[in-house]
């Protein structure tokens, strides 16, 4: 569809063809380029949408079964499996920060140029030709009529302004300016969010930790220690989880510095720190004797043990809090009544050289012997520990800024509709010919009504 | 309690239903009677909507934005509450026809899923849950009204190519004005859907301590901001409007289906280490 152009559209620039068409001119309009900045959002919803459809980051072993080995080293090599983080994915959000700035800055003098009062007239015969375009003959004189219409403009909460050349005068007036400035803040907004994002995935650290009550642990490239204190999960009547409560302390050279309890939703900061509460889950000990020495190990998971020098490998497979022979059938062997530690159990399963032998569920601190008497294992205590989220993300300034400026920008964009109008007049007998031109850019629509009843209520 | 949010649900459901055919009566015999009705009845069942709501916000102690009926309800509300805006601000009953239906289907989806009152898992104890959601209800509800448009727009185009003097010619406004309604609504709905994303992002943060986790839901809502990006743009300044711009619509309200529907049901099975990570703590 062919397009209307007029003074204060938003002007794409086009590459020029009577300049030196040098190399940086070119590359510079390939970026200024609105099409080049659609076809990467078209582009960058496939790829995103692609993403959601081949998961991602599994096992690599998971793809080969689910695609074939052929398929799956495709996949691979084409970022498939990890898409969000693969060098083109990246590559085409930095074309797009590139496009947004270039975009940016081309736009940049035209916008300014829109927000002040033109410093000369328009031609009289520019007038008609504008998107919104009125002419009427009001009895009156020019000079009378003129104030009239300013004063009614001033009243719709226009600025105005007498532009004149020689002996000819014409009303300039406009309104809701700034939101001509409402897609470029949006735009640089976007480039900040990305820019965050990446200075924190690029600076920031993450790290997610099972801690057992009562241990610590230290954070690389920091002076302090956290401690677990406490561990405690508030359940509804009915055994729900409500919320979850660890109890943290913050030390420094040993001496304890900050005391909180984190919760979800309320995680502690510490020097750019933060540290969420995540997961939970319950710490199982196991001793094991054979061949006259004794080793001890903590599951945190389900996990395997090879007891040393024997063929016997112990699975620690779950833990049940709450063991009730009644609720556990063939399918829900390891169901627990409750998440409390009524009646502590732990199913193992027995693996010899690779083979399962034996799967069952076991007291705490009854020794279990394996079938050929080389090996005694017991479990002998369980302990809750609390999942944490540790996150230190520098880029997080940047992306709120990010949030904050593109707010504003959408909220000029579309609820501030910049409108402006240049008025000439003309004396008939004893009456005024007003020549009315203006453009509302998005909502000539709106214009036009305004307008219209403007026009009304000069004749009332 | 539970009565109360059933009965009030059930003058939602019929509202919706009977609303839709006194517009699909409107439209076929252009009767104004049945116009008026048609008005009359969605606004009826908003209010049996909002009550319904209410009462449920009331029994279960949290905002019903919460599993899928609630969610999909809420959808319903919203649709209806954005369509009887379009229908004082454009003056055309028409378009009830055509969006209607769609919160008719969407009640009655709801209608069919499991009431039960959850209580709030942890994680979405947070009041950026209810500012997150009640702007998606708003933008979801205004992409719904566009889509209805568009596909007014691609039938009353087609219409006026084929038959000028035809049903749909005679029954359906100028295309040139369905095309700037839906572009209107989309203006409605994009701030939203931005601040759809922005406040779960910031949500996201404070539960997890991450912004962004590309989990599929979030990734598709970011799809359908894509989408409808690439629509304003095209507009303004390839004054791509008309057919393309409508395909456009129609596109962008599929991803927003997808992002609800589709996510949960299609990909979840996928992502479901994703989500037990995220959702499931217990």
Redesign the interface.
Known sequence: ???KTSPSD?V?TSPSTQTSSGLWEEVWAFFAS??V??VL??V??FA??L???I??NANYEWYTQTYGQGFATILYYLGLLNV?HSPWYVGLLGLLSLNLLVCSINRWNGLVRETRIPAELLSEDALPRMKVARTAKIRGSEEEIREKIRGLLRRRHYRTAMLEKGTTRMLYADKGRFGVFGSLITHISIVLILLG?LYGGLRGY?NSMAVNEGDSFTIPRTNFQVRVDDFTVKY?PDF?????YSTLSILENGRETKRQTI???G?LVYQGY?F????YGWTVDMQATANGGTTSISFKNPDYYQIPGTGWVVKMHAFIPDYDPQISTMYTRYASRTPLPNNPRVAYILYQNGAPVDAQVAELNKPITTPDQQAIFTFTGYREYTGL???Q?PG?PL?YAG?IL??VG??L???ILPRRMWVAFKPQGDSTLVTLGGNGR?NN?GFEAEVEALLQDINS | MFAYESMFFVVAFAGYLLATAAYFVYLAFKSEFAAKMGTILAAVGLVGHTVALVTRTVTAGHVPFTNMYEFTSSFAWGITLVYLGAERMFKNKVMGAFVMPVAMILIGVASVLPKDVEPLVPALQSYWLQIHVTTAIIAYGAFAVAFGLSIMYLLAERGRRVNPTGFVSTRLPEPAKLDLWSYRTISLGFPFMTLVILTGAIWAEKAWGQYWSWDPKETWSLITWFIYAVYLHARITYGWQGKRSAWMSFLGFLAVLFTYFGVNYLLSGLHSYAFNFLFNWA
């Open positions: 569809m062919p397009k938003p794409e609105m099409k900045g659609l959002l078209l960058l919803a995103t949408g993403g959601t459809i998961p991602q969000y994002g993450r509804r729900r989880p409500q919320q979850y919760y979800v939703n995680p933060k969420y509460q995540s997961f989220q540790v996150r993300d997080l992306v949030c593109m707010i959408l909220f964009s579309f609820y998005k629509l």
